[in-house]
């Protein structure tokens, strides 16, 4: 297993560590529900919004109807971070043909009532797409344009090659023209009671007047965003109550997709942006997962630090073999300059796209944090009081005495990028001080890990 740390001069190695905040949610304790409606037998835009950063549900259940009860809201939205989405609902994919409900008549137009504000060269739409044994027997669609402040009733002509009954329709509307973009922010629609004329009954699946309703619990990381369709809440937990659960999902044509979090933002074209305030240039990361995944697949993780300066950028990117127990990652870091942000994220593959060779790997990360800021969840492994030591003098020439009053089995010294370049293990804790000269390796940052048993204490030396 390798980590790699990107550019780390020599500079700045005496800087002192400030005490900051922890990792906001770096237990992954916090977790909010977020039910999400959908008018049942539709799919919608709703799980692509889940986790990406979205205001809203762009597809909502409104008691702003036409009749009776319910109508369905759809809005296309802006999440800040130059991603924009599109509300719809569907019951099939009219894109690939996949889906539909039955329904072997012949109708002459499909009616309904909307009302909405769609934006200047916008265009939302309503589409009927009729099928038999798979194939396209119709393709029709209907614009909405412009500002309708009260309903208004629609009728979308039904086109049929003569003779042939269908098998199966598909019905859909967006709130945007989804052929043309994604779509400009602040259009909506509001759809109800939609059906089909010149027939003697409806699809039995149809939900015309949107009456029917199924709800779904998902659970959101608080101080994430959560990119792709498998991050979830696991008990199986490091420490505290809960971890993170991250899993590589199936897209489709032979092809598989990593699910990610970050705490920054994600950009369509680049890496991860912003994230939270951080001004430690020399610290060391650690966190703890497992890895269900394939023999040669690796997870993801990646600390972006920027500064307030043009190049003020620095990469900690450490690529996760499997394990099927927890497995602890330390990852020491020396910054040539002082940071104000760190944005991190943590993706379920290294490559995107994959095969689906890859899907289900499964990655569980908890307890992440800055050894600087340790959290409150955390096992204190780190920090027993078996392990407390005293290190000096400290900065020093590459000698310096390591005493260690409940004595040590076990004593390590590892340079900023993570190489071994001391070690000495003892068969009982009656070891209580030794001096160490680690001058031949150079001036920079070492870190010293005491073990005692198997509590361990890791602290900082700087060399001259």
């Not at 090659?161 to 709130?175: C, L």
């Not at 945007?176 to 089909?196: E, K, L, R, Y």
């Not at 997709?257 to 933002?265: C, D, R």
């Not at 190049?311 to 990652?329: E, F, H, K, Q």
Request: hydrophobic share 40%; charged share 10%; proline share 7%.
């Amino acid at each position: 297993m390798k980590h790699f740390l990107l550019s780390i001069p020599a500079l700045l190695l005496a800087a002192q560590v400030e005490a900051q905040v922890s990792i906001p949610n770096g237990g992954f304790e916090s977790w909010t529900n977020n039910p999400m409606m959908e008018p049942q037998y539709y799919m919608t835009s709703n799980p692509i919004a889940f986790g990406n950063g979205f205001p809203a549900w762009p597809a909502q259940q409104t008691t702003d109807a036409q009749l009776n009860s319910f109508a369905v809201r759809l809005e296309t939205q802006d999440n800040g971070a130059g991603d924009t989405l599109f509300g719809y609902f569907a019951n099939g994919d009219p894109g690939t043909g996949d889906g539909g409900i039955p329904y072997s008549q012949r109708p002459t137009a499909l009616t309904g009532y909307w009302k909405g504000d769609v934006m200047p060269n916008d265009t939302a739409l309503i589409l009927v797409m009729f099928k038999l044994g798979g194939n396209t027997l119709s393709f029709n669609v209907f614009p909405f344009y412009g500002t309708q402040s009260t309903y208004a009733q629609f009728t979308l002509p039904i086109t049929l090659p003569p003779v042939v009954n269908p098998d199966s329709v598909i019905i859909g509307a967006v709130s945007s023209n989804a052929f043309v973009s994604n779509g400009i922010p602040g259009s909506w629609i509001q759809i109800d009671n939609i059906s089909f004329t010149g027939v003697t009954s409806q699809p039995t699946m149809l939900n015309g007047d949107f009456e029917l309703w199924n709800t779904t619990n998902n659970l959101t990381l608080d101080n994430w965003v959560m990119a792709g369709d498998s991050v979830t809440q696991t008990t199986d937990a490091y420490a505290g109550q809960y971890a993170v659960s991250i899993s590589t999902f199936d897209v489709g044509s032979g092809m598989s997709s990593p699910s990610y979090i970050t705490n920054g933002y994600f950009t369509q074209n680049g890496p991860p942006m912003g994230g939270f305030p951080f001004t430690n240039p020399i610290d060391t990361l650690e966190f703890h997962y497992k890895f269900f995944a394939g023999a040669n697949d690796t997870a993801l993780f990646l600390a972006i630090f920027t500064g307030p300066n043009a190049g003020d950028t620095a990469y900690v990117v450490d690529a996760l073999l499997p394990a099927t127990s927890y497995t602890t990652r330390v990852l020491p870091f020396a910054l040539w300059f002082t940071p104000d942000s760190v944005a991190i994220t943590i993706g379920s593959d290294v490559n995107n796209p994959n095969t689906t060779a890859q899907v289900g790997n499964t990655l569980i990360i908890d307890e992440l944090e800055f050894r600087s800021q340790p959290l409150m969840t955390s096992v204190p492994i780190s920090w027993n009081v078996n392990t407390r030591f005293t290190l000096y003098p400290n900065p020093n020439d590459g000698q310096f005495i390591v005493e260690a009053p409940n004595g040590f089995t076990e004593i390590l010294v590892s340079d900023a990028a993570g190489r071994l370049v001391y070690s000495e293990n003892n068969e009982s804790d009656s070891v209580t001080r030794r001096e160490l000269n680690i001058a031949a390796f150079g001036s920079g940052v070492y870190f010293v890990t005491v073990k005692n048993g198997t509590d361990a204490r890791t602290e900082r030396v700087i060399v001259k």
